[in-house]
């Protein structure tokens, strides 16, 4: 059985794709990668198959996190079937998923922070500002992750091997 997580931002160059990095280090590193499918998209077509933000990818690589296999992509309508966990980085990203989202999988919606302890509701869009902002979006979706990747081993009984 395989578990799939879409995680959603507004252009899927920043936060998202931050987010689709960590989580599949920490699965890899957790010894899941044959139990997860795992992916990242926007809910804006602005940057529809173009990589992370440099400095993104800096961060990452800071940290020793691959994300330049990652390319942009839009949510499409296919996703809400997909994808058991679909998390989106804040509350205008989360009310456009809600808006296209069937009913009968609206509990596949969360924001991440949801998932997280300490930090507030939503991601910052870090796009906008310094590397401060970048770095400081790593360190919040590094824990939401773990918390993230903690519930679903416990939910769906995963192990390694």
Wanted: with cysteine; net charge negative.
């Amino acid at each position: 059985m395989k578990v799939s997580v879409l995680f959603v931002c507004m252009g899927n160059i920043c936060r998202s794709p931050t987010a689709h990095a960590v989580f599949r280090q920490q699965v890899l590193e957790a010894g899941l990668a044959d139990h997860f499918d795992i992916d990242s998209a926007g809910t804006h077509a602005y940057h529809i198959g173009n990589p992370p933000d440099a400095r993104a990818m800096a961060m990452a690589h800071q940290r020793g996190i691959v994300m330049d296999d990652l390319r942009a992509r839009q949510v499409s309508a296919g996703d809400f079937g997909q994808f058991d966990y679909i998390l989106a980085m804040d509350a205008d990203n989360l009310r456009l998923l809600q808006a296209s989202c069937p009913k009968e999988q609206a509990q596949r919606l969360s924001l991440m922070l949801d998932w997280a302890n300490g930090w507030g509701e939503e991601v910052p869009d870090p796009y906008y500002g310094g590397d401060e902002g970048f770095e400081q979006v790593f360190d919040m979706l590094t824990d939401a992750c773990s918390c993230l990747l903690t519930h679903i081993i416990s939910r769906h009984g995963l192990s390694a091997g």
